[in-house]
T-cell receptor, first 112, second 115 residues
């Protein structure tokens, strides 16, 4: 089983749609969780950290389910500018310092 | 705009060339990283510097040689690369190491092509 798994997509949705991505991780002792966004040929940028209590930032909501070992990202009222690849990122507890584990990413395409 | 600056943005080199990638941050971050990213793949960690000391080398071939002259600068020296080394090379920094839930800030990368 891969350490961090994501549905690669692509998710093709119309503007205004609500879209959800899931990500599963294999190491139950994983410590920190993030969603990064990466535009084509650009660097990854932190979208949001993911906390056990769930957290929201505008149209974006992230959830963590430690029991089931999955993380989700919900995007409401999709904008054209949301088109990007969304990377699920996990830090393993006790793992090498600095060793973020990246999922392969889920590609989102928002259409007019 | 990223606060981690990488130069050059693009680099084409032959297999016998020696070149260097440069990275700079002025956020006072004490951890800096080199990642390699191939098309449609996630970034792969190469090296981590923590407080200017190399703390992680992910079994990277010796044709890649990192250097951290001070807490703001990170270089990656390249020599005798292979065509399969062509990729986007990303520098990143964080306030501390990621094990303490620090967020990673990436530079815009150097797109490297080895001919």
């Amino acid at each position: 089983r891969k350490e961090v798994e994501q549905d690669p997509g692509p998710f093709n949705v119309p503007e205004g749609a609500t879209v959800a991505f899931n990500c599963t991780y294999s190491n139950s002792a994983s410590q920190s969780f993030f969603w990064y966004r990466q535009d084509c040929r650009k660097e990854p940028k932190l979208l949001m950290s993911v906390y056990s209590s769930g957290n929201e930032d505008g149209r974006f909501t992230a959830q963590l389910n430690r029991a089931s070992q999955y993380i989700s990202l919900l995007i409401r009222d999709s904008k054209l500018s949301d088109s990007a690849t969304y990377l699920c990122v996990v830090t393993p507890y006790g793992g090498s310092q600095g060793n973020l584990i990246f999922g392969k990413g889920t590609k989102l395409s928002v259409k007019p | 705009d990223t606060e981690v600056t990488q130069t050059p943005k693009h680099l084409v080199m032959g297999m016998t060339n020696k070149k260097s990638l440069k990275c700079e941050q002025h956020m006072g971050h004490r951890a800096m990283y080199w990642y390699k990213q191939k098309a449609k793949k996630p970034p792969e960690l190469m090296f981590v510097y923590s407080y200017e000391k190399l703390s992680i080398n992910e079994s990277v071939p010796s044709r890649f040689s990192p250097e951290c002259p001070n807490s703001s600068l990170l270089n990656l020296h390249l020599h005798a690369l292979q065509p399969e080394d062509s990729a986007l090379y990303l520098c990143a920094s964080s306030r501390g190491t990621v094990a303490t839930n620090e967020k990673l800030f990436f530079g815009s990368g150097t797109q490297l092509s080895v001919l």
